[in-house]
């Protein structure tokens, strides 16, 4: 059987009108080729709510194998391909002026979860590429990271995978990237990743 992957972007919030994470989710799922694997795109609301309401939905619905989010950083230079998730949400507004209810992300969790999947590898495997990517262990304190937290806490519990991916700014918004690169980028790490989890079956 295929492994069913879900593919994650946010929309946009303050500061970013337009979010290159949304669009390489939706592209991503629309431009790999059928066979082989069970693609699943959403587009996240960068809301605190919607996330909270939504995820555990996409999840049930699912059951997917692997999860890959991506997010966007407005200061990243290259792909950053994140450790871990922190138990803690910023209070900071999102895309309708909202704040998270608590700063705890799950009350009776761990203070940090990590990633099953072998970053440093990936973004070793990116650079040989020809892409701009680095493992990072810190994935913020926004919805990145609280999306990421509640991903990692249900794949820990069933035996599945989940990795998060910030992206820069495209060139057009006066970043580093041509939608192209960042597309190409996205290819390569979809199917490292993939045939990183079949290796451990």
């Not at 440093?120 to 994935?139: D, E, I, K, V, Y």
Request: proline letters at 7%.
């Amino acid at each position: 059987m295929a492994p069913r992957v879900l593919l994650t972007g946010f929309g946009p919030f303050p500061g970013v009108d337009e979010n290159p994470s949304g669009w390489l989710a939706e592209t991503l799922t629309a431009r790999t080729p059928e066979g082989g694997l069970d693609l699943h795109g959403q587009i996240l609301p960068t809301e605190w709510d919607a996330v909270a309401a939504r995820t555990p939905q996409l999840y049930a619905d699912l059951e997917p194998d692997v999860m890959i989010h991506f997010g966007v950083s407005q200061t990243a230079k290259a792909l950053r391909i994140e450790h871990s998730a922190h138990n803690r949400a910023l209070r900071r507004a999102d895309a309708r002026g909202a704040l998270p209810p608590k700063s705890a992300i799950s009350p009776n969790g761990q203070p940090r979860l990590d990633s099953g999947l072998p970053v440093n590898a990936l973004a070793a495997h990116l650079r040989a590429q020809g892409h701009g990517a680095n493992a990072s262990r810190s994935c913020g304190r926004y919805l990145c990271n609280y999306l990421y937290y509640r991903s990692l806490e249900w794949a820990r519990e069933r035996g599945r995978d989940t990795i998060f991916i910030h992206v820069p700014l495209m060139r057009a918004q006066g970043g580093d990237l041509e939608e192209k690169n960042l597309l190409s980028a996205a290819q390569e790490a979809l199917r490292f990743v993939v045939e990183a989890r079949e290796a451990r079956q």
